[in-house]
Each structure stands twice: as C-alpha cells, then as structure tokens.
C-alpha cells in the first residue's frame, strides 16, 4: 500500500506522469492491495467471532475504523474536492464487518455461495437508479462516481465473504493444525506482528508522512525535470488534428519558445498572468508558422 500511494506522490509532485498510478499494472497492483485488505478482513471476522460474537470488542474496532472513515471524508471534502472520499477502503471495512457477522457462524459455503451471488449481480445488473448520490454505496449505478477511493458494496463485500468462507473452511479441516503450527524468524515475524497490531495507524499515517517529505525534497531541495511531461501532453493533444512529425516539431518549438520567455514553469501550474498568456498564444503562432 505505502509503495503505490509513493508512486501517486511522484506523479502529484511531478516526478513521473500523473496518471501512472491510475493504469495499467499499477491499477491492477491498487485492486490486488484492496483485496487483501477486505479479503483479511472476512479472514480476522471468523477468527474472532465463530464460536460466539464478542460484542463488546467488536463495538471498539468499529468505531475506531468509523471515525478514522469520517476523518478521511472530511480531510478529502476540503483537500481534494474533485476526488472526495465518501466511501472508501475504511467506510467499507466498517460497513462490511457489521453485515459479516451474519455470515460467520454459518456454514463455509453459504458465505461463499453469497460471495458468488454478489460477483453475479455487479456483473450483469446496472441502473440509473444507483447513480443517485444517496446509494452510491451500492457500487451498481452504470458510471462509477468521481473519488479516490472507492469501495462499494457490489463488488467489493464479496471478498470478505470469500475470506469468511475460506478460513471457516480451513478450521473445519485439519489443514489448520499445520497453518497454526507454521511460523517466520523473528526478524521478519516481530515488525509484521508490530505493524499488524497497528494497521490502522499505519494507514493514517503513512500517507501525510510520504507526501510531506516529498513535497519538501520537490520544493526546496530538487525539481523535477518536467519537459517530458509537457512534450507527452502537448503531443496527445497536437495529433488529434495534425501528423506526429508536426506534433513533434510543434510542441518542441513551443518548449523552447516557453522556457527562453521563463514562462514554462508557470504555464504547467496555471500561474501565468493576463499578459504572459497573450505571449505564450503569440508563441503558439510563430510555432506553427515555423513548423509548417
């Protein structure tokens, strides 16, 4: 989790491009992370709450995850508008583990016969209807709505179930007095065990700590070379109209037109006055004369 969310850090502050974290095998690395997330959380339900459900416990671990849930919202709603979590990774752990103690103390394959159901749905049902802002908890409108993170309950309540049904069938066999029996040298155990028992810490923190320390390197220690992000953009947009040689040649006249002018550094963060901005269209201009 901390390696991928350093990874949306570089590309936030410019190190890399800003969409690399959201495609390709990154996306897949973010799904497969959120997995086991939910998956261990079916895992730990069943393990705490099988044989009878400690209410009291459970209570606690609910409403630290619940607030933590609510802080994210808040900190995201004035941070990040346009990416606001409303429901993400810890709303659906807090929501899934109170619907998961239905399912515990039933039989391995009803939690995974739900589990399969729930895949089915979100497979094959969409509608408008759930694209209301009151049930986007849901997961089933036909266009996901706009959010950093975002864990709904349709498809993602099925992996808990599937953590459920698995380890209610691992402590039904008698594969599970070798799983008790397996163990790590203290060198690995000790820091996993310590940061197991404080995920939740972990997860709130991490973040704020990685983006700080980066955005001090990026502001007062080393910049990052941006150019290549700036011929990549101008270029996705010049082909949509003109061939990739004149694209090229375009976006790499305005480049330097830009950085002879010191405008470059203020075009990509959208500070540029009235009057810088009339200049860089009069370089736009000469580029294109140039270039045909």
């Given amino acids: 989790m901390a390696v991928y969310q350093f990874t949306w850090d570089l590309g936030f502050c410019g190190w890399i491009a800003p969409d690399t974290a959201l495609k390709g095998g990154w996306l897949i690395f973010a799904r497969s992370i959120a997995t086991s997330f939910l998956f261990l959380v079916g895992v730990s339900l069943t393990l705490a709450h099988r044989r009878s459900i400690s209410w009291r416990p459970f209570w606690k671990r609910f409403i630290q995850v619940a607030a933590a849930a609510t802080a994210i919202s808040l900190v995201t709603y004035f941070a990040v508008p346009g990416g606001f979590i409303f429901f993400g990774i810890l709303h659906g752990i807090a929501l ?38 009151i049930l986007w908890l849901v997961g089933l409108a036909p266009v996901a709505p706009p959010s ?25 066999s008698p594969a599970w007095q070798t799983i008790r029996q ?58 949509l109209d003109r061939s990739a040689s004149f694209c090229k040649s375009y976006c790499g006249c305005m480049l330097d037109e830009m950085t002879k002018a010191n405008l470059f550094t203020g075009f990509l963060n959208q500070t540029l006055t009235q009057e810088q901005n009339s200049s860089i269209l009069a370089s736009r201009d000469i580029c294109v004369a140039r270039t045909e």
């Fill in 96 to 133: 899934f583990s109170r619907l998961g103690l239905y399912f515990v103390q039933k039989s391995w394959w009803f939690s995974l016969f739900a589990a399969a159901f729930i895949f089915a749905i979100w497979f094959s049902f969409s509608n408008e209807l759930f694209s209301n802002p």
């Fill in 148 to 172: 950093n993170d975002y864990v709904p309950l349709f498809p993602w309540f099925a992996v808990v179930l599937i953590g459920s049904g698995t380890t209610q069938f691992l402590l039904d």
């Fill in 182 to 239: 397996l163990s790590l040298p203290d060198f690995i155990q000790k820091p996993m065990l310590f940061i197991g028992r404080h995920s939740l810490i972990f997860y709130l923190v991490h973040q704020p700590v990685l983006i700080g320390l980066l955005w001090v390197f990026t502001t007062f220690i080393m910049q990052p070379d941006r150019r290549p992000e700036f011929m990549s953009q101008c270029q996705q947009t010049c082909t």
